[in-house]
Protein backbone atom coordinates (compact mmCIF):
# COMPACT_ATOMS: atom_id res chain seq x y z
CA UNK A 1 0.00 0.00 0.00
CA UNK A 2 1.42 3.76 -0.79
CA UNK A 3 2.29 4.92 2.40
CA UNK A 4 1.79 8.51 1.81
CA UNK A 5 -1.75 7.32 0.23
CA UNK A 6 -2.90 5.46 3.10
CA UNK A 7 -1.53 8.64 5.36
CA UNK A 8 -3.47 11.35 3.39
CA UNK A 9 -6.52 9.19 3.83
CA UNK A 10 -6.44 9.09 7.36
CA UNK A 11 -5.49 12.62 7.64
CA UNK A 12 -8.90 13.51 5.39
CA UNK A 13 -10.61 10.92 8.19
CA UNK A 14 -9.65 13.11 10.88
CA UNK A 15 -10.40 16.27 9.18
CA UNK A 16 -13.94 15.35 8.45
CA UNK A 17 -14.37 13.68 12.09
CA UNK A 18 -13.20 17.65 13.35
CA UNK A 19 -15.62 19.09 10.69
CA UNK A 20 -18.39 16.72 11.97
CA UNK A 21 -17.76 17.58 15.53
CA UNK A 22 -17.39 21.61 14.65
CA UNK A 23 -21.24 21.48 12.78
CA UNK A 24 -22.14 19.15 16.23
CA UNK A 25 -21.24 22.27 18.63
CA UNK A 26 -22.64 24.60 16.86
CA UNK A 27 -26.09 22.76 16.58
CA UNK A 28 -25.88 22.47 20.40
CA UNK A 29 -25.55 26.33 20.73
CA UNK A 30 -28.19 27.01 18.35
CA UNK A 31 -30.26 24.60 20.66
CA UNK A 32 -28.91 26.64 24.06
CA UNK A 33 -30.48 29.70 22.35
CA UNK A 34 -33.75 28.34 21.74
CA UNK A 35 -34.65 26.85 24.78
CA UNK A 36 -32.88 30.10 26.65
CA UNK A 37 -35.86 29.74 29.26
CA UNK A 38 -33.52 27.28 31.13
CA UNK A 39 -29.62 26.33 31.09
CA UNK A 40 -29.64 22.86 29.42
CA UNK A 41 -26.01 22.34 30.35
CA UNK A 42 -27.50 23.01 33.93
CA UNK A 43 -30.36 20.76 33.61
CA UNK A 44 -27.85 18.22 32.76
CA UNK A 45 -24.71 19.05 34.95
CA UNK A 46 -26.26 19.43 38.16
CA UNK A 47 -29.83 18.39 38.31
CA UNK A 48 -28.62 14.80 36.17
CA UNK A 49 -32.08 16.03 34.19
CA UNK A 50 -32.86 12.72 32.22
CA UNK A 51 -34.80 14.62 29.91
CA UNK A 52 -32.78 17.54 29.05
CA UNK A 53 -30.16 14.53 27.71
CA UNK A 54 -31.80 12.64 25.83
CA UNK A 55 -33.27 15.24 23.86
CA UNK A 56 -29.75 16.69 23.08
CA UNK A 57 -28.89 13.19 22.53
CA UNK A 58 -30.89 12.54 19.74
CA UNK A 59 -30.24 15.75 18.51
CA UNK A 60 -26.76 15.53 18.04
CA UNK A 61 -26.66 11.39 17.11
CA UNK A 62 -29.18 12.52 14.71
CA UNK A 63 -27.49 14.87 13.16
CA UNK A 64 -24.09 13.12 12.67
CA UNK A 65 -25.92 10.36 11.19
CA UNK A 66 -27.32 12.25 8.79
CA UNK A 67 -24.16 13.90 7.69
CA UNK A 68 -22.38 10.59 7.43
CA UNK A 69 -24.97 10.10 3.95
CA UNK A 70 -22.65 13.16 2.79
CA UNK A 71 -19.26 11.66 3.60
CA UNK A 72 -19.55 8.36 1.12
CA UNK A 73 -19.23 8.72 -2.58
CA UNK A 74 -16.68 10.32 -4.95
CA UNK A 75 -14.20 12.76 -3.78
CA UNK A 76 -14.11 15.79 -5.61
CA UNK A 77 -10.95 17.46 -3.61
CA UNK A 78 -10.97 18.05 0.17
CA UNK A 79 -11.92 21.79 -0.22
CA UNK A 80 -14.96 21.35 -2.33
CA UNK A 81 -15.53 18.01 0.29
CA UNK A 82 -15.63 20.44 3.52
CA UNK A 83 -18.00 22.30 1.86
CA UNK A 84 -20.41 19.73 1.03
CA UNK A 85 -19.96 18.55 4.34
CA UNK A 86 -20.73 22.10 5.84
CA UNK A 87 -23.47 22.68 3.63
CA UNK A 88 -25.24 19.31 4.19
CA UNK A 89 -24.54 19.34 7.99
CA UNK A 90 -26.03 22.91 8.54
CA UNK A 91 -29.24 22.07 6.47
CA UNK A 92 -29.39 18.60 8.35
CA UNK A 93 -29.42 20.41 11.63
CA UNK A 94 -31.79 22.78 10.51
CA UNK A 95 -34.36 20.54 9.36
CA UNK A 96 -34.07 18.54 12.76
CA UNK A 97 -35.11 21.51 14.76
CA UNK A 98 -38.19 21.47 12.09
CA UNK A 99 -39.02 18.00 12.80
CA UNK A 100 -38.73 18.92 16.61
CA UNK A 101 -41.00 21.64 16.25
CA UNK A 102 -43.38 18.69 13.92
CA UNK A 103 -43.12 16.55 16.26
CA UNK A 104 -44.46 19.20 19.45
CA UNK A 105 -47.17 21.17 17.44
CA UNK A 106 -48.84 17.59 15.64
CA UNK A 107 -47.29 13.89 17.38
CA UNK A 108 -47.19 15.15 20.82
CA UNK A 109 -49.67 18.00 20.43
CA UNK A 110 -51.57 17.52 23.48
CA UNK A 111 -48.14 18.74 25.55
CA UNK A 112 -45.91 21.47 26.11
CA UNK A 113 -42.44 19.98 25.21
CA UNK A 114 -40.36 22.09 26.73
CA UNK A 115 -42.10 22.39 29.51
CA UNK A 116 -42.34 18.56 30.54
CA UNK A 117 -38.36 18.41 29.49
CA UNK A 118 -37.58 20.93 32.38
CA UNK A 119 -39.62 19.18 34.75
CA UNK A 120 -37.68 16.04 34.12
CA UNK A 121 -40.02 13.73 31.63
CA UNK A 122 -37.66 11.46 30.32
CA UNK A 123 -41.08 10.12 28.16
CA UNK A 124 -41.40 12.96 26.13
CA UNK A 125 -37.45 13.24 25.49
CA UNK A 126 -37.93 9.34 24.63
CA UNK A 127 -40.58 10.38 22.15
CA UNK A 128 -38.22 13.17 20.74
CA UNK A 129 -35.28 11.41 20.82
CA UNK A 130 -36.96 8.57 18.64
CA UNK A 131 -38.04 11.78 16.41
CA UNK A 132 -34.54 13.51 16.17
CA UNK A 133 -32.62 9.44 15.41
CA UNK A 134 -35.51 8.88 12.82
CA UNK A 135 -35.52 12.04 10.79
CA UNK A 136 -31.65 11.65 10.75
CA UNK A 137 -31.94 8.38 9.18
CA UNK A 138 -33.84 9.80 6.74
CA UNK A 139 -31.86 12.76 6.02
CA UNK A 140 -28.83 10.05 5.59
CA UNK A 141 -30.50 8.20 2.67
CA UNK A 142 -31.37 11.35 1.24
CA UNK A 143 -27.60 12.54 1.18
CA UNK A 144 -26.17 9.22 0.11
CA UNK A 145 -25.60 8.87 -3.46
CA UNK A 146 -24.34 11.46 -6.56
CA UNK A 147 -25.75 14.47 -7.35
CA UNK A 148 -25.68 17.05 -10.07
CA UNK A 149 -24.64 19.62 -7.96
CA UNK A 150 -24.81 20.83 -4.16
CA UNK A 151 -28.66 23.01 -5.46
CA UNK A 152 -29.54 19.62 -6.19
CA UNK A 153 -29.01 17.91 -3.31
CA UNK A 154 -29.92 19.95 -1.27
CA UNK A 155 -33.17 20.22 -3.04
CA UNK A 156 -33.97 17.04 -2.96
CA UNK A 157 -32.91 16.58 0.73
CA UNK A 158 -35.75 18.69 1.68
CA UNK A 159 -38.20 17.13 -0.15
CA UNK A 160 -37.15 13.64 1.70
CA UNK A 161 -37.55 15.30 4.06
CA UNK A 162 -41.00 16.20 3.96
CA UNK A 163 -42.35 13.13 2.67
CA UNK A 164 -40.14 11.32 5.97
CA UNK A 165 -42.06 13.60 8.64
CA UNK A 166 -45.64 13.13 6.49
CA UNK A 167 -44.86 9.25 6.98
CA UNK A 168 -43.58 9.66 10.53
CA UNK A 169 -46.80 11.77 11.72
CA UNK A 170 -48.97 9.41 9.84
CA UNK A 171 -47.26 6.95 11.86
CA UNK A 172 -47.87 8.20 14.58
CA UNK A 173 -52.03 9.40 14.09
CA UNK A 174 -52.28 5.49 13.06
CA UNK A 175 -50.94 5.03 17.01
CA UNK A 176 -53.15 7.00 18.76
CA UNK A 177 -56.10 5.23 16.72
CA UNK A 178 -54.94 1.56 17.55
CA UNK A 179 -53.66 1.35 20.90
CA UNK A 180 -56.56 1.13 23.71
CA UNK A 181 -55.22 4.14 25.79
CA UNK A 182 -54.14 7.89 25.13
CA UNK A 183 -50.48 7.82 24.35
CA UNK A 184 -50.35 11.24 25.14
CA UNK A 185 -51.74 11.49 28.64
CA UNK A 186 -49.51 8.37 29.24
CA UNK A 187 -46.82 10.65 27.83
CA UNK A 188 -47.68 12.84 30.42
CA UNK A 189 -47.62 10.72 33.24
CA UNK A 190 -44.21 10.18 32.37
CA UNK A 191 -44.95 5.85 31.00
CA UNK A 192 -41.50 5.53 29.39
CA UNK A 193 -42.81 2.52 28.13
CA UNK A 194 -45.41 4.03 25.59
CA UNK A 195 -42.17 6.82 24.60
CA UNK A 196 -39.94 3.88 24.12
CA UNK A 197 -42.68 2.04 21.67
CA UNK A 198 -43.05 5.22 19.76
CA UNK A 199 -39.70 6.09 19.31
CA UNK A 200 -38.83 2.25 18.41
CA UNK A 201 -41.74 2.62 15.74
CA UNK A 202 -40.61 6.19 14.54
CA UNK A 203 -36.73 4.37 13.54
CA UNK A 204 -38.13 1.75 12.41
CA UNK A 205 -40.16 3.13 9.92
CA UNK A 206 -37.68 5.77 9.36
CA UNK A 207 -35.37 2.57 8.10
CA UNK A 208 -37.72 1.52 5.90
CA UNK A 209 -37.74 5.12 4.41
CA UNK A 210 -34.24 5.31 3.99
CA UNK A 211 -34.16 2.10 2.07
CA UNK A 212 -35.84 3.21 -0.60
CA UNK A 213 -33.89 6.65 -0.78
CA UNK A 214 -30.98 4.03 -1.67
CA UNK A 215 -29.52 3.95 -5.18
CA UNK A 216 -29.85 5.59 -8.38
CA UNK A 217 -32.69 8.44 -8.50
CA UNK A 218 -34.95 8.48 -11.53
CA UNK A 219 -36.37 11.94 -10.58
Known amino acids: ?34 TSKFD ?5 AARANLAV ?28 DLIGVAAYGAAGYALLFVARFICDKMTLSALNDDME ?9 IVEFGTL ?36 VLTGLIYQKVTPFDDQAELGKGNCAVAVEIAGMFIGIAL ?10 FG
Open 1 to 34: MDIVASLNARAHTLIFALAVLVIAFLAKKVDDWR
Open 40 to 44: DDDEI
Open 117 to 125: IQKGNAAVG
Open 208 to 217: IVRSSLIGPS
Open 133 to 168: LATGIVLNGAMTGEDADLLHGLRGMAVFFLIGQAVL
Open 53 to 80: GIRRGGLLLGGIIAITGALGGRSHGLVN
